[in-house]
């Protein structure tokens, strides 16, 4: 047990899933992951070849090269340098490469700032990459690991983002627990390639593709996201029985067993919520909490089996699609339609700002006047100066 | 096995890693180089082609004219895709040649930090630089590599400027500033030349540059069976230098007898068609300078006539800029 912040936390899980080659440039804050993995590899601790690479795009440019050479690749990112990384991030899943990325969530272009907001993600969800969202530094090391199990498992062959909130969890330490590298070991056996750049048995991968063929590679990508599902799902199982930590999969949840009122949160909002919903349940009310961890593959028919029997669910979200609704409640929409569930979007902790337990009361008391047949905005952004 | 050293054409295995049956142009430089160099580098290479006419005339789905590993994934990233190709080969204990083969496009212009920051970082591969002078995959629209004067469909003969008005950047002025263990330039027409320096390049370790000129029969608008004796007309008229640096030690591997106006070049092909009396002396009078740099000697007049005071040559007649 260590106390460490979440990004030397991610270099811990990086350097017990035995990585073996790390193409790096340094993004605030994102830097911490990279410095310390560059470390480790110095000190001999970790056995990888680090390659200094002078961009994002080619840090993600050679990570695929790296996989497609048959090693296990991992590198990290941040905002802007994710956002130059989007054109070569598409190549990875089209071409079944499991590279896992950690991506430190952070506000993107004007208003620039190095704060977290997942504006820089969430656009990324139509890659093809798997999107697991994180809570707390714990859970930051142990996804590491398991990602590597999701992503390189033979149903799937995809590349895996985790995206953990900038500075919230990025520079705050935390005590943290180090499963045994031979449990790792047991856990994550070393990377065997589905398709490789071998002069022995020549393939070649990625070439041009006419319209007669394009569709059904794309349909077959479509599948092996939505085939992921399960996957996560057992990776997770026995995770927990080896470790005694388990996450719940794609989503866990939280006093939902008679809950009448939700809320959907994502990332280290989770845990603020967690205390609402306690101090609500000790006024009496019957609020629960869905801690959603996957945007991809997306859980459209698990929160359609937890919200059933709501009378109203409320959806944060930490990013905007402007003119519309954050991208969380729109996923959220599309995945309850059906249901007719009353639901409302609650949009807050953009460019960096805290979201308090005021905040995240307030979006429950609005989820409670929904439930309640009274009118309410469908779209409230919380913790605005001025009016909202 | 131990190769036998490929000194001559003569030398050259006649195994094919680009096979017969590709969809390249009639008289295609590219194809013609790059079926030279596999022979060349043989069985245990792997291939990153990026965004090119190479990937469009080797591989198109469900075909490759590729008997190598081929792998492709955009445009701008050769260098750091062959790094990342590197690293994994050599982590799994195999001696195998990754090589890189970008346009021009791709290496001058959209792939040069890619480019430099293998070169920085000495890379173990090879790259190669198939310069066809235009972004011909795209239609012929103009590169830093294309030379004074010449038309492009983003270079066009209009009224008031006719055809591309910089002249080619040095390429491999920047690349050998990274002091890598080798760089050469090659030219399809001279093919001893060309396999000595493939082979070299394959024999040492670090980064390697290959610059091969590649005439392009639909952008430069020339014949198809002409491509080789323009390209030899290219060094003849000193359009185009054979030379490498090796490890630091700058060697001219051909030299012209004398040098032969560029006209004779410009005029097999309609790309400089063009051209006005003026241009084509302020073209002339580049390729003497450059030819005074490599061959540390005076060019006669004709076919120059370079001022002695002269410092720099100025070509956007901005007044602000000098002389």
């Known amino acids: 047990m260590k106390v460490i912040s979440a990004d030397h936390a991610v270099a811990h899980g990086a350097r017990l899933a035995r990585v073996e080659v790390v193409p790096a440039f340094p993004i605030t804050p994102q830097t911490l992951i990279v410095e310390l993995i560059a470390e480790f590899i110095n000190d001999g601790e970790l056995d990888a070849d680090f390659l200094p690479v002078e961009s994002e ?54 208003a620039s700032g190095i704060w977290v907001e997942y504006n820089d993600s969430m656009p990324e969800r139509e890659s093809g990459w798997l999107q697991v969202y994180i809570e707390d530094n714990q859970e930051a090391l142990d996804m590491v690991i398991q990602a590597y199990r999701v992503a390189e498992d033979r149903e799937v062959m995809l590349p895996m983002m985790v995206c953990l909130d900038g500075f919230v969890l ?18 994550l056996p070393k990377f065997k390639p589905l398709y490789l750049l071998d002069p022995d048995e020549p393939v070649t991968m990625n070439p041009i593709t006419p319209p007669e063929y394009a569709m059904e590679m794309r349909f077959q990508l479509h599948r092996a996201v939505d085939g992921s599902k399960e996957v996560i799902e057992k990776v997770d199982r026995e995770y927990g029985a ?8 794609l989503v866990d949840t939280y006093q939902m067993e008679d809950a009448e009122i939700a809320l959907i949160t994502l990332g280290t909002v989770t845990s603020t919520a967690r205390v609402v919903v306690d101090h609500l349940r000790s006024e ?15 859980p459209s028919d698990e929160l359609e089996s937890i919200a059933e029997n709501l009378k109203a669910l409320g959806v944060f979200d930490r ?16 995945a309850l339609y059906h249901l007719g569930t009353p639901l409302t979007n609650h949009i807050a902790g953009l460019g960096g700002r805290d979201v308090t337990f005021k905040e995240v009361r307030e979006m429950f008391t609005v989820i409670e006047e929904h439930a309640k047949g009274h009118r309410v905005k469908e779209c409230h952004w ?3 100066r001025g009016d909202s | ?39 060349v580098l043989g069985k245990d290479t792997i291939v990153y082609v990026p965004a090119s006419c190479l990937i469009v005339f080797s591989a198109l789905y469900p075909a490759s004219a590729f008997k190598w590993p081929f792998f492709y994934t955009a445009f701008e990233n050769t260098g750091a895709v062959i790094s990342g190709i590197k690293a994994a080969l050599k982590r799994r204990g195999r001696e195998v040649t990754v090589i890189g083969m970008a346009g021009d496009g791709g290496t001058f212009d959209i792939g040069l930090q890619a480019l430099s920051g293998a070169a920085e970082r000495n890379e173990d591969v090879i790259y190669v630089c198939l310069d066809n002078e235009a972004y011909m995959n795209t239609g012929i629209q103009r590169s830093g590599a294309t030379p004074f004067g010449a038309w492009t469909t983003t270079s066009p003969i209009g009224k008031k400027v006719q055809g591309k008005r910089e002249f080619k950047k040095d390429i491999d002025a920047i690349v050998s500033a990274h002091s890598i263990p080798y760089m050469a330039t090659l030219s399809i027409a001279h093919p001893n030349d060309f396999v ?75 790309r400089f068609r063009h051209m006005s009396e003026e241009d084509i002396e302020k073209l002339q009078t580049w390729i003497c300078e450059r030819w005074k740099h490599h061959f540390y000697e005076e060019v006669p007049v004709p076919p120059c006539k370079i001022e002695e005071a002269r410092k720099a040559l100025i070509i956007d007649e901005d007044p602000l800029h000098g002389p």
Request: hydrophobic share 40%.
């Open chain 1, 57 to 110: 795009h080619s840090a993600m440019s050679a990570a695929i090269g790296a996989c497609a050479g048959g090693a296990r690749a991992f590198t990290a990112t941040s905002s802007q340098g994710l956002a130059l990384m989007h054109e070569m991030l598409y190549a990875a899943p089209q071409n079944r490469l499991p590279v896992v990325m950690v991506n430190v969530n952070r506000s993107l272009g004007a």
């Open chain 1, 170 to 187: 990025s520079h705050t330490v935390e005590r943290v627990d180090f499963p045994d590298q031979h449990l790792v070991d047991s856990f």
């Open chain 1, 242 to 249: 080896l470790t005694g930590r388990t996450y719940g999969g």
């Open chain 1, 284 to 298: 009496g009310k019957k609020v629960g909490l869905i801690k959603l961890r996957f945007m991809r593959p997306f």
């Open chain 1, 319 to 334: 990013s905007v699609s402007f003119n519309g609704f954050g991208p969380v409640f729109t996923e959220t929409r599309n």
């Open chain 1, 382 to 384: 919380h913790g605005l």
């Open chain 2, 1 to 39: 096995m131990v190769a036998k050293e490929i000194k001559t054409i003569k030398d050259l295995p006649r195994d094919d890693y680009l096979t017969r049956g590709h969809g390249a142009c009639p008289g295609c430089g590219v194809a013609i180089a790059v079926k030279n160099i596999a022979r």
């Open chain 2, 196 to 270: 000595r320096k493939v082979q070299k390049a394959k024999s040492v370790s670090g980064f390697r540059f290959l610059h091969v000129l590649c005439p392009c029969v639909p952008g430069w608008r020339s014949e198809a069976s002409k491509s080789v004796a323009i390209a030899r007309l290219a060094v003849e008229t000193g359009m185009w230098t054979l030379y490498e640096v090796d490890h630091g030690v700058e060697k001219l591997t051909y030299k012209p007898k004398t040098l032969v106006p560029v006209k004779e070049y410009l005029q097999l092909q309609g």
